[in-house]
């Protein structure tokens, strides 16, 4: 119950805490992170939401048009990013090294909820690099 309180409640926010919600697909993991963003918002913090293959087309993309400050800064206003369907579909190096640098710019600073139904013995998949994605795990 205690556990439940401290979700519901956002105590996470205030320490930086990230959270993993695993599962199947179908189980409302999705579900369950907007309605902790919604409530976030409702609290008066700044929340970002984005399905992962598409921030990392947008990263890409901003990195090649020279733009990538921009996105960058925007996500660091953020008091917490939620990550979705983390892991669905695999990114080349370059993607996940852009990945990986909002994920360690959040380290300490925000929080991030990944959805994901990939275990996380199964990350390095995702990144192509099993380094990369002990690094994550670890951060």
Same mark, same amino acid.
């Given at each position: 119950m205690k556990q439940n309180n401290q979700l519901t409640s956002l105590e996470f926010l205030d320490h930086a805490q990230d959270l993993v919600f695993y !599962?199947?697909?179908g189980r409302g993991k999705t579900h369950l992170a /907007? #309605?902790?963003g919604v409530k #976030? /918002? !409702?609290q008066g913090r700044a929340v970002r939401f984005c399905q992962t293959a598409e921030l990392v087309l947008q990263l890409g993309k901003a990195k090649r048009a020279g733009s990538l400050d921009q996105i960058l800064k925007d996500l660091a206003r953020a008091d917490l990013i939620i990550l979705d369907e983390f892991g669905y579909?695999?990114?080349d190096i370059d993607g996940a090294r852009l990945l990986y640098q909002i994920i360690a710019g959040a380290y300490e600073r925000r929080s991030i909820i990944f959805t994901t139904n990939i275990e996380f013995g199964k990350w390095g998949t995702i990144f192509a690099d099993d380094k990369l994605a002990a690094a994550i795990v670890d951060a």
């Amino acid at each position: 119950m205690k556990q439940n309180n401290q979700l519901t409640s956002l105590e996470f926010l205030d320490h930086a805490q990230d959270l993993v919600f695993y !599962g199947r697909t179908g189980r409302g993991k999705t579900h369950l992170a /907007i #309605a902790l963003g919604v409530k #976030a /918002i !409702g609290q008066g913090r700044a929340v970002r939401f984005c399905q992962t293959a598409e921030l990392v087309l947008q990263l890409g993309k901003a990195k090649r048009a020279g733009s990538l400050d921009q996105i960058l800064k925007d996500l660091a206003r953020a008091d917490l990013i939620i990550l979705d369907e983390f892991g669905y579909v695999p990114f080349d190096i370059d993607g996940a090294r852009l990945l990986y640098q909002i994920i360690a710019g959040a380290y300490e600073r925000r929080s991030i909820i990944f959805t994901t139904n990939i275990e996380f013995g199964k990350w390095g998949t995702i990144f192509a690099d099993d380094k990369l994605a002990a690094a994550i795990v670890d951060a």
